[in-house]
């Protein structure tokens, strides 16, 4: 898709960005953070926007673009762009490196399918979440988490692929001890498999020499090979024992380790899978004071692995 932008306002537009560091100014091409990942700069191109207000705002990097009558928000950390006042979710975080903002290069397509449909102010565009403007400043969008002068109406967070009315969710009882270890963190997998369940997996790490059998805390199924988003409680956890899932000391000893059966490089966890891992994070930060922060995927603590996938938006689960 060809910009309607001229090379000059594109030119003052990127010199703007550099300014605010929001973009790479350095001579080739700036260094990528993740495959499957765009610039800021090619994703605007792409979809024939108009970068807007580049800033940074408490150490977060954002930025508001126009095209077509429409104005998109891109705000580092999230998981999807405020397009107008409703969302358009994406396929990853939007991420900062190598002095610039990053976007899943599916998102200028996404987008521009999304401001080809034309639809009228006020209705909700097709895959997305709707997320009305707060009362009192009718027709204002805004960014959630992010309040100033300019924008003085933060949005509502809104659910990530899963409807606002969740099925409920009844935690196991066993996921309460009389007298728990010292857990400061919650590092979230898949089993990179299409189905399985807690004993399959307890077999199969017994295989591997692992005396105490299942690495993982707690295994939530996918309703192939356990019930859909029925949360199994493993044998570390109710021994209090620490876990085999991490491939890194520290956080195999302090880390309560989740498994959601599913492999999330190809396919989205389920709704009810969802609804469980948000109860579960819920009932454990609550109950062992674990901050958002610490709640993390398994490719954050360890390199060279994909885990739990690029379709798990880790960042919906912290809150």
Request: aromatic share 4%; charged share 25%; glycine share 12%.
């Amino acid at each position: 898709m060809r910009s309607r932008h001229g090379p000059r306002a594109h030119a003052r537009v990127l010199a703007t960005l550099c300014a605010l560091a929001l973009v790479g100014c350095v001579s080739g091409e700036p260094r990528r953070p993740r495959p499957g990942y765009e610039s800021l700069e090619s994703f605007a191109l792409a979809a024939a926007l108009r970068p807007i207000e580049p800033r940074v705002l408490g150490g977060v990097a954002m930025v508001h673009l126009e095209g077509k009558g429409h104005r998109v928000t891109v705000r580092e950390g999230m998981d999807r762009v405020a397009l107008d006042d409703r969302w358009l979710l994406l396929d990853g975080p939007v991420l900062r490196g190598g002095g610039g903002l990053w976007l899943p290069d599916t998102a200028a397509l996404d987008v521009a399918r999304a401001l080809r449909r034309d639809s009228p102010a006020g209705s909700p565009i097709a895959g997305t979440t709707r997320v009305e403007p707060a009362p009192g400043v009718p027709g204002v969008p805004g960014v959630p988490g992010v309040r100033t002068e300019a924008e003085p109406v933060p949005l509502a967070p809104a659910p990530v692929h899963a409807p606002a009315a969740a099925p409920g969710v009844v935690l196991p009882a066993s996921v309460e001890v009389a007298r728990p270890r010292t857990w400061r963190y919650i590092v979230v997998h898949h089993s990179a498999t299409a189905r399985g369940n807690a004993a399959q997996f307890d077999r199969e790490h017994r295989r591997r020499g692992w005396e105490n059998g299942l690495g993982y805390h707690f295994v939530i199924g996918n309703g192939k090979g356990a019930p859909d988003g029925e949360v199994q409680v493993g044998t570390r956890w109710r021994a209090q024992e620490a876990g085999a899932h991490a491939g890194v000391r520290r956080y195999n000893e302090e880390g309560i380790g989740i498994c959601l059966v599913g492999n999330f490089e190809v396919d989205r966890p389920t709704v009810r899978q969802q609804a469980a891992l948000r109860a579960l994070i819920a009932r454990l930060t609550r109950a062992y004071r674990i901050p958002p922060e610490r709640v993390l995927r398994h490719r954050d603590v360890k390199r060279g692995t994909l885990c739990p996938g690029r379709l798990l938006a880790i960042e919906s689960f912290r809150r």
